[in-house]
């Protein structure tokens, strides 16, 4: 070591082992609070590191060993290697071009936030491409929940980084993230997936569904063919409650 190394390493600490997990659907503002918690970084600096580049939906969710106080370039690389080892080959293999697989894992980013089982998140991604094709605005909740986040009216926490609650003003947030406001899908993904999510965005399930809603309760996906038949499922199990 030189002395500048010396120096940096006595500044910094005796550095430990960190285990953290990232769960399936983080988004990079709850990666880089799991990390920060866990002394692995310093708040906010993942966020800083990926400003110029958008690595969302390339961070793959799994168990990590890091040290604290890490390097934040370091642990960004172990995490894009592991997308590279476990998603970029189910994507290659899915999708013919570029262009093709960015729309695959945003739609699995979506998927992945909305539904936890992949029965149900293959049917969801039939619904997605289902509203593409007909040209229907997507009206999903966690592209609003994402676009809170960017405009910094919301923060998530390490313990709940999927909880978000909307009100009647966050469907008018100006943003592309907005898929009740702005048709077709994100301009990137809202999150990072996990392999069943990207396998159910590969290989939709067709449906007579178009619409669905996650009931609060059981969290199980309630799906309807119509808009009458969504509006009772809203009243029957969101209103209700």
Do not use: W
Not at 8 to 27: D, H, W
Not at 122 to 134: C, D, P, S
Not at 177 to 195: D, H, V
């Amino acid at each position: 070591m030189d002395m500048e190394q010396i120096v940096a390493m006595l500044s910094a600490g005796t550095a430990g082992e960190a285990t953290v997990t990232i769960p399936p659907g983080s988004n990079i503002f709850d990666v880089d609070k799991i990390l920060s918690v866990a002394l692995v970084i310093h708040p906010g600096e993942l966020i800083n590191f990926t400003s110029t580049q958008n690595l969302e939906g390339r961070l793959f969710p799994d168990t990590y060993q890091f040290y604290t106080n890490d390097n934040v370039a370091d642990v960004v690389k172990v995490m894009t290697d592991n997308f590279n080892i476990k998603a970029e080959p189910l994507l290659a293999a899915g999708s013919s071009s570029v262009a093709e697989q960015k729309e695959t894992l945003i739609i699995a980013s979506i998927v992945q936030v909305e539904v936890p089982d992949q029965a149900d998140q293959e049917l969801v991604a039939g619904i997605i491409l289902k509203r593409l094709a007909a040209g229907m605005p997507l009206d999903i909740d966690a592209t609003v929940c994402y676009a809170k986040l960017l405009a910094g009216l919301t923060s998530t926490t390490p313990a709940a980084p999927k909880a978000c609650q909307l009100t009647a003003l966050d469907f008018k947030i100006d943003s592309p993230y907005n898929s009740y406001l702005y048709k077709g899908l994100p301009p990137a993904s809202i999150g990072n997936p996990g392999t069943s999510a990207i396998t159910a965005a590969l290989h939709p399930q067709s449906s007579p569904y178009f619409y669905y809603l996650s009931d609060p309760v059981t969290g199980k996906t309630i799906f309807a063919k119509t808009l009458d038949e969504q509006n009772q499922n809203r009243v029957k199990y969101i209103e209700s409650n």
